[in-house]
C-alpha cells in the first residue's frame, strides 16, 4: 500500500500538469478532491481539502482531523494543516490555495500570520462557490479566479496590529534561543538527537510572538520514528495551534497513514515561567487518541540567560551562580508517567 503523498515537488507538479495540458492554478483545484480524501473527520464526516503553492513551486495538501471524545476546539483545520505542512517543509511563502469549501472565520484569521496574507490568492472549488466565481469573473470551465483573502476578510486584525515589523512572521525562519538548564549546566550547547532535542527544536521555531511562549512536541512511533510540532499563535489568539495538533499533522503526513495508536511516546518542551502551558491540553489530547502513550514535559530555559550564567559563574558552575527565582524554573520531566 503506497503511503499518502502530501507534497509534490516542483519538477513533478510541472511534469503533472503539463501531462494534463494545464497551468499550475488549474492544477490545483483539479487535486482538492485527492486532498478531500486525506481528511479523518470521524465526527462531521465532512471532509475538507486544502491544496496549496508555495513560492519554491511545490505543492502542499492540508485535510481537516477531528478527534472522538474531546472538545471541538482540538480539530485541526485543513487550511491550518495545510500552513503546518509548509512549516515543517520549510516553504517560506504560500501564493495560491485552493480549498473544497469556503474557508471558515477561524481560518481566515490563522491565515493573516503569513507575511503578505491579504495577497494570498484563494479559490474555492465547491459546485455553487465555483459556479458563483465562475460567473462573476467570465471564466470558462478551464480557467478559474483565484480571489485575494482580502476579499474573504477585508477589515483584517492581524500581526501589524500587534508586532514591529522586522519580528518574523509564521514560516519565516528565525530561532527562539532555547536552551535545556541541563546542557548549561555541564557546558553543553546542543544535546543528542533524541526526541526530547527534536522537541526542543520544535520549540525553537515555534511562532509566539504575542505570548513568548514558544512551545514544541515530539511524538515517537511504535518504530521509534519522530514526528515533531511547533507551537504557532494567532494575533487573535483562539486560532492558535497548539504543537500536540501541529506534531500530529507531521504524523499524518509522514507516518504512513497509520492510526493515533502507533503512537507510543511523546515530550513537550516549554519555558518554565511561561504564562501559556501547553501541558494539560497536551496530555488530554493524547491520552484520549493513544490511551498507551508516554508523555513527558522537560522545562527550558531562555538564551538570553546564558550570558548573565557564564558572566556570574565565571569559574563555578553556571547553575550555581544563578539567582534562586531562576534556578527554581529548572525541572525536568516532571510530567512523566
Known amino acids: 500500500m503506497d503511503c499518502p503523498k502530501f507534497v509534490i515537488d516542483s519538477a513533478e507538479a510541472e511534469e503533472m500538469a503539463k501531462q494534463s495540458d494545464q497551468t499550475l492554478l488549474q492544477l490545483l483545484p483539479s487535486l482538492v478532491k485527492s486532498a478531500q480524501a486525506l481528511a479523518r473527520p470521524p465526527i462531521s464526516n465532512y471532509h475538507v481539502g486544502a491544496v496549496g503553492l508555495g513560492s519554491s513551486g511545490r505543492i502542499f495538501f492540508g485535510a481537516n482531523l477531528e478527534f472522538p471524545g474531546l472538545p471541538l476546539n482540538h480539530s485541526v483545520h485543513a487550511e491550518q494543516f495545510l500552513v503546518t505542512n509548509l512549516s515543517l517543509n520549510v516553504e517560506p511563502c504560500l501564493k495560491f490555495l485552493a480549498v473544497s469549501s469556503a474557508p471558515c472565520g477561524h481560518c481566515r484569521q490563522f491565515l493573516q500570520e503569513l507575511r503578505g496574507a491579504p495577497d494570498v490568492k484563494i479559490l474555492i472549488t465547491s459546485s455553487e462557490d465555483e459556479k458563483e466565481n465562475k460567473i462573476n469573473n467570465n471564466c470558462n470551465d478551464k480557467d478559474q479566479e483565484f480571489t485575494p483573502l482580502s476579499h ?13 515589523k522586522d519580528v518574523p512572521l509564521l514560516l ?77 499533522v507531521a504524523y499524518v503526513t509522514s507516518g504512513g497513514g497509520g492510526g493515533y495508536e502507533r503512537i507510543v511516546g511523546a515530550v513537550l518542551v516549554e519555558k518554565a515561567d511561561a504564562v501559556i502551558k501547553q501541558e494539560h491540553t497536551a496530555r488530554l489530547l493524547l491520552q484520549c487518541i493513544s490511551p498507551k502513550c ?44
Do not use: T, W
Open 294 to 337: 508516554e508523555f513527558k514535559g522537560p522545562s527550558i530555559i531562555n538564551l538570553k540567560y546564558l550570558e548573565f550564567f557564564l558572566m556570574a559563574s565565571q569559574s563555578a558552575s553556571p547553575c550555581s551562580a544563578a539567582p534562586n527565582f531562576l534556578y527554581s524554573l529548572f525541572q525536568f520531566d516532571r510530567m512523566s508517567i
Open 172 to 248: 519565516e525562519p528565525h530561532r527562539n534561543g532555547l536552551l535545556f538548564c541541563s546542557d548549561i549546566c555541564n557546558g553543553k550547547i546542543n544535546g543528542e538527537d533524541d526526541s526530547k532535542y527534536v522537541a526542543l527544536d520544535a520549540a525553537n521555531m515555534s511562532h509566539a510572538p504575542y505570548s513568548g511562549c514558544p512551545s514544541g512536541l515530539a511524538l515517537v512511533d511504535v518504530e521509534g520514528k519522530i514526528y515533531k510540532g511547533s507551537y504557532m499563535e494567532s494575533a487573535a489568539y483562539n486560532p492558535s495551534l497548539q504543537p500536540a495538533q501541529a506534531a500530529l
Open 152 to 164: 474573504f476578510l477585508p477589515h483584517r486584525f492581524g500581526p501589524d496590529d500587534l508586532l514591529e
